[in-house]
């Protein structure tokens, strides 16, 4: 086997192993990926044209790990699908992706689950406030010592003792505002801390105007 030879094969051994990393992206998109990988590796690797065994080992380390390569793809296609589709539960399930990556993605993780949960209880308590009007509310009440307690009751349940309905009525429009403006704005939120670390990151050749650099790609790994 001659040296072009044998550096063509190792160039099809490393894009085979990152193809097989690749599933869950659209075959159309992970086709993009391993050839225009191939035709930038071909072009790095190649000295008067011709390609060398040293310039393919010194372009495919530089690109690292096909596997780990092929997880930073997918993790950005599912971050991409979230940032554009704007659906809460494919913004969650992108974010626990991030959040097994990085420190950052647990805290956003984190911040959205609250804003979620607190958005879908407010609306709850407004839907269920008609269906218990006695039981349902953000009721105030004082514990053994004296100490103000206020408390979210879905209608299930006895009230404490000399516990007050706080808003009443008020409880429906003002939940129903609430919680559908912070479910809302936990949408925003997430996807512009999506959008910020995609492009915070540099990917090789994700085919939609980003630049494809060897080196630069060693300072787009997981380190925040």
């Known amino acids: 086997m001659n040296m072009q030879s044998e550096a063509q ?3 099809d051994t490393y894009l085979k192993k990152l193809n097989e990393g690749l599933r869950g992206i659209k075959e159309a998109d992970a086709r993009e990926i391993v050839e225009e990988l191939r035709s930038h590796i071909v072009e790095k690797a190649s000295v008067g044209g011709e390609l060398t065994i040293e310039g393919v080992d010194s372009a495919l380390i530089l690109l690292g790990n096909p596997k780990e390569l092929a997880s930073q793809y997918q993790t950005d296609d599912l971050l991409s699908r979230a940032e554009a589709s704007r659906s809460p539960i494919r913004i969650l399930e992108s ?16 911040g959205s689950l609250l804003g979620y949960f607190f958005g879908v209880l407010l609306i709850l308590l407004a839907l269920l406030k008609p269906i218990h009007p006695q039981t ?14 206020v408390s979210i009751r879905l209608g299930f349940g006895e ?34 801390c999506v959008g910020q670390y995609r492009r915070s990151r540099i990917m090789p050749l994700r085919g939609r105007g980003k630049q494809f650099c060897f080196a630069e790609r060693q300072g787009g790994r997981e380190g925040s």
């Open 136 to 149: 349902a509310g953000l009721w105030a009440t004082r514990d053994s010592t004296g100490d103000l307690m």
């Open 95 to 110: 974010l626990f992706r991030w959040a097994s990556l990085s420190i950052a993605g647990v805290f956003v993780l984190v």
């Open 9 to 11: 094969q190792k160039i």
């Open 159 to 192: 009230i404490p003792e000399g516990a007050r309905d706080v808003l009443g009525w008020w409880i429906v429009p003002l939940g129903l505002l609430v919680g559908v403006g912070l479910v809302l704005l936990t949408t925003k939120f997430a996807t512009w």
